[in-house]
């Protein structure tokens, strides 16, 4: 998947919400609660990957609960981007970028 294409179809995805945000509590959510939310669903990663691991009782479907959130978490980090004015792409290649020059010497 192109990651432009991502970032777009998953910034309209955000405006949907932000609809059913204004019409259930009146305004839009702001970007504090939008990283909120991101943790949220970032721990519930730590708790599916602990099911996956049979090491937390799920009662469902942990692989696929866990597949689910973790592209919820791409997205959100996507949305929490340009919301603050960050380019995912260029911010996710300027890490890779160092990581790979700071490790160069480990290879």
């Not at 839009?28 to 090491?55: I, K, N, P, S, Y």
Request: net charge negative; glycine share 4%.
């Amino acid at each position: 998947m192109d990651f432009n294409i991502a970032v777009n179809r998953s910034l309209q995805i955000r405006k949907v919400y932000h609809q059913l945000e204004k019409k259930y509590h009146g305004s839009e959510w702001e970007v504090d609660e939008d990283a909120l939310a991101f943790l949220t669903d970032a721990a519930l990663v730590g708790r599916l990957a602990m099911a996956h691991q049979e090491r937390w009782p799920s009662g469902t479907d942990s692989e696929a609960d866990l597949e689910h959130k973790i592209a919820e978490c791409f997205w959100w980090l996507m949305v929490l981007g340009e919301r603050m004015g960050i380019d995912s792409e260029q911010a996710l290649e300027k890490f890779l970028k160092k990581k790979e020059e700071q490790f160069l010497d480990f290879t």
